[in-house]
């Protein structure tokens, strides 16, 4: 989970009742069982108002008791647990012709997910379009709206009018829309805006190769290439939401200077493949391709090699994470042929004497590691206290 609990605690103010309340859910999820004296002595809080938020939280069948546990003295202790159908989060991902959605229990595990083409990018057809989704995945699922927390709504950045454009990925519509306000209307739900790398770190850290991870970089292989990075638990987000743009920085490839995205990225290998006459609209096409050895695909993976290489050795420097970590729309075996292929820098401060981990991994929330981070973003927040103990 990408929210952490070792030295988050609890604050007796009643006015902080939203920070305690989110305490205790998130050592409840760490603990897997615990009881109301752990929580108290884990969080600082008062056993009272562990009981009260306890209390309160069985009554929303957020958490459930399973049992007691014996321990040396006075009578068992009833034991706490999260109740996985106790809530719901909705995860939808915006692409240029495609949303994609899936919602998620509380324990973290899809309820329904689909993919559904778009006839048109403009705001009515997206969002009409989403309100679909968010009605079949209810219905198909079982889950009561009332128990829907949020959702979350993830698109390739960067937002607003920046001096990044004309990238292939962006979504002009929306440049002068705010996402947040515009949803939380048409959905009557919180609603949580993120772009798709940030998102699919998210999904990484929640259920993914970035469990145990405190600090680490994501590289999203979208229709561009973004970069999610966390630091302690949380993102980056940057001043306006738009840190990790790494497909725009200048990188070397064959004796010339290139921005990043135009050599590596889902775009870039569609448009290469397609100069070789290689028609390829789905992951699958990419997989059946290298399956076959295609000498087009090849090449174009030899190519990414150098200017790959030398973005990692900015991400490393810059950010010094435990974990680089690939994911998104590629094929895995994709992304495992780039992790083999680049050069990793000795003059990096990832290249140390007692490593547990290697400095590249493949994360494991497959394709639609952004759609499910989406919905992790509302997650997480139920498990992650924002404001100091003290306030």
Not at 167 to 188: K, M, N, Q, R
């Amino acid at each position: 989970m990408i929210a952490r609990t070792e030295t988050v605690v609890g604050a007796n103010a009643e006015r902080s009742r939203s920070h305690n309340r989110q305490v205790i859910l998130a050592r409840v999820r760490a603990a897997g069982q615990v009881g109301r004296a752990e929580i108290a002595r884990a969080s600082g809080l008062s056993t009272q108002a562990v009981s009260n938020i306890i209390a309160d939280l069985l009554s929303e069948e957020m958490i459930v008791e399973k049992g007691r546990r014996s321990g040396a003295r006075g009578l068992p202790a009833v034991q706490y647990a999260l109740n996985p159908a106790g809530g719901y989060a909705l995860g939808v991902e915006i692409r240029p012709g495609a949303v994609y959605a899936a919602l998620l229990d509380l324990g973290g595990k899809a309820a329904y997910s689909e993919r559904a083409s778009l006839a048109a990018g403009d705001l009515e057809t997206v969002t009409e379009a989403v309100i679909a989704l968010k009605d079949r995945a209810l219905a198909a699922s079982g889950a009561p709206p009332d128990r829907v927390l949020g959702a979350g709504i993830v698109m390739p950045g960067p937002f607003g009018r920046t001096g990044i454009r004309g990238s292939g990925s962006e979504l002009a519509p929306w440049h002068e829309t705010d996402p947040h306000t515009w949803f939380t209307s048409a959905l009557a739900l919180p609603v949580h805006v993120e772009n798709d790398a940030n998102a699919a770190a998210m999904a990484e850290g929640v259920s993914g190769v970035a469990r145990d991870l405190d600090t680490y970089a994501f590289l999203y292989f979208g229709i561009g290439l973004g970069l999610g990075f966390v630091h302690q638990g949380r993102l980056m987000a940057g001043a306006f939401g738009n840190a990790g743009e790494i497909g725009h920085i200048p990188v070397p490839c064959g004796g010339e200077t290139v921005l990043l995205e135009t050599v590596v990225s889902r775009l870039s290998v569609q448009q290469h493949l397609a100069a070789a006459g290689r028609s390829v609209t789905v992951s699958d096409d990419l997989a059946q391709l290298y399956e076959e050895r295609d000498a087009a695909l090849l090449g174009w993976l030899a190519r990414a090699a150098e200017p790959l290489s030398a973005a990692l050795t900015i991400v490393e420097n810059l950010f010094d994470p435990q974990v680089v970590i690939f994911g998104g729309a590629m094929p895995e075996a994709l992304l495992d042929h780039l992790i083999d292929c680049v050069t990793l820098p000795e003059r990096s401060v990832a290249n140390r004497a007692g490593r547990t981990r290697p400095r590249l991994m493949r994360g494991t929330s497959g394709r639609m590691t952004a759609t499910l981070g989406a919905a992790a973003l509302v997650i997480n927040q139920a498990f992650t206290p924002m404001i100091s103990a003290t306030q």
